[in-house]
């Protein structure tokens, strides 16, 4: 396990289309398991392949307690919308108002490569919508109503 380095928003793999993965190769398999101990690290609730310098289609995402994997995910079905705050480890420190999908149902591919559905409401949904985004090299501040803000720190020593 490791913890890799966090691509920021001006760095052009963050905007690339990213390539299917055919095979969970242990190669694959530790960028998945560094890609949990980044998010963690970060206190993130998604991560996308790209965001750790690697083309491939591949996310993480643990929005209430349970990691999941997303290989070559696709969205097949949304319903509802939602307006909140979104933010990215990509772009740390700053938040936008995005509207999503309220819901979302996505099929992918697990670690053994064997096919499943998952749906997910509210952050859920947002972060299934935000980090398939990654994988087409799209950012949210395409999306966000306003002004991209600063997040309010409390510095406490
Ligand atoms: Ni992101």
Same mark, same amino acid.
């Given at each position: 396990m490791a913890i890799r380095t966090i691509r920021v928003m001006g760095d052009e793999i963050l905007e690339k289309k990213c390539r299917e993965i055919k095979e969970v190769t242990p190669r694959i398999q530790e960028l998945i398991d560094d890609m949990f101990d980044t998010m963690y690290d970060a206190n993130g609730v998604g991560l996308a392949a790209p965001q750790v310098g690697i083309l491939k289609r591949v996310v993480v995402i643990d929005t209430d307690g349970t990691g999941y994997v997303l290989i070559n995910?696709? &969205? &097949?079905e949304t319903d509802g919308s939602q307006t909140g705050q979104e933010g990215c480890l990509s772009l740390p420190g700053k938040y936008g108002i995005v509207t999503r999908p309220n819901y979302v149902k996505v099929r992918a591919y697990d670690e053994n490569m064997e096919p499943f559905e998952l749906e997910g409401e509210g952050l859920l949904a947002r972060a299934i919508c935000h980090e398939c985004e990654h994988l087409e090299g799209v950012m949210y501040v395409e999306h966000i109503e306003g002004e991209l803000m600063d997040v309010e720190t409390d510095i406490e020593e």
């Open positions: 995910p696709e &969205i &097949i």
